[in-house]
C-alpha cells in the first residue's frame, strides 16, 4: 500500500526536516509554497497605531509519498525536525495513494517510486 505524506511546516524548519529526512533515507519528494491557517486563524500583530491581523501565514508543503511500513518511521522524523512547541509548528496529513507512474519507463507502482538509497528500495523481509 503507497501512502502520501503532507506537511505543513514552517518554512525556518524546512532545513532541518530535509536533513532529518535524507537521515533516513528518503530521496524522492516535493516542496511547494502555501499560505494559510490552523485553528487560531493566524496571528494578530501589534503596532503603536493599532493591531491588525494577518491571517494567511506563509508556511511549506513538504510532499512524500512512499510505502506504507515506512511512514510512521518518516512522520516521526519529520515531527521531530519540525517542532519548536509553540503554537504554528503545523499539520500532517496521511492520505492513501491509487497509483504511481514514472513517466519515462511506464513502470507502475511501487517500481515507479524505488530509488537506490531510498527507504522505500529496502523491502522488509526481502533481500
Ligand atoms: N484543516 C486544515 N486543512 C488544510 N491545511 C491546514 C488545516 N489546518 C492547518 N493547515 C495548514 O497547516 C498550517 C499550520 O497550521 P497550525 O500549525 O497553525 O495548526 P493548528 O491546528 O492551529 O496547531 P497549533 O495549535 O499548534 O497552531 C497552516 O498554516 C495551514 O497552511
Ligand atoms: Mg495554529
Not at 502520501?4 to 524522492?28: N, Q
Not at 499560505?35 to 491588525?52: E, F, K, N, V
Not at 496521511?94 to 515507479?112: F, K, L, Q, S
Request: hydrophobic residues 35%.
Amino acid at each position: 500500500m503507497t501512502k502520501k505524506i503532507e506537511a505543513f511546516i514552517r518554512e525556518e524548519k524546512f532545513d532541518d526536516v530535509k536533513k532529518a529526512l535524507h537521515e533516513i533515507g528518503i530521496v524522492g519528494m516535493n516542496v511547494i509554497e502555501v499560505h494559510g491557517h490552523g485553528r487560531q486563524g493566524g496571528i494578530t500583530l501589534a503596532w503603536r497605531t493599532g493591531t491588525y491581523k494577518v491571517d494567511m501565514l506563509p508556511r511549506y508543503q513538504l510532499n512524500i509519498v512512499l510505502s506504507d511500513h515506512n511512514v510512521e518511521k518518516t512522520v516521526e522524523t519529520i515531527r521531530q525536525a519540525a517542532c519548536t512547541g509553540k503554537q504554528g509548528d503545523g499539520l500532517i496529513f496521511i492520505y492513501p495513494v491509487e497509483d504511481v507512474i514514472r513517466i519515462r519507463t511506464n513502470e507502475r507502482g511501487r517500481d515507479a517510486l524505488t530509488y537506490e538509497g531510498d527507504i522505500d528500495a529496502i523491502q522488509p523481509g526481502k533481500k
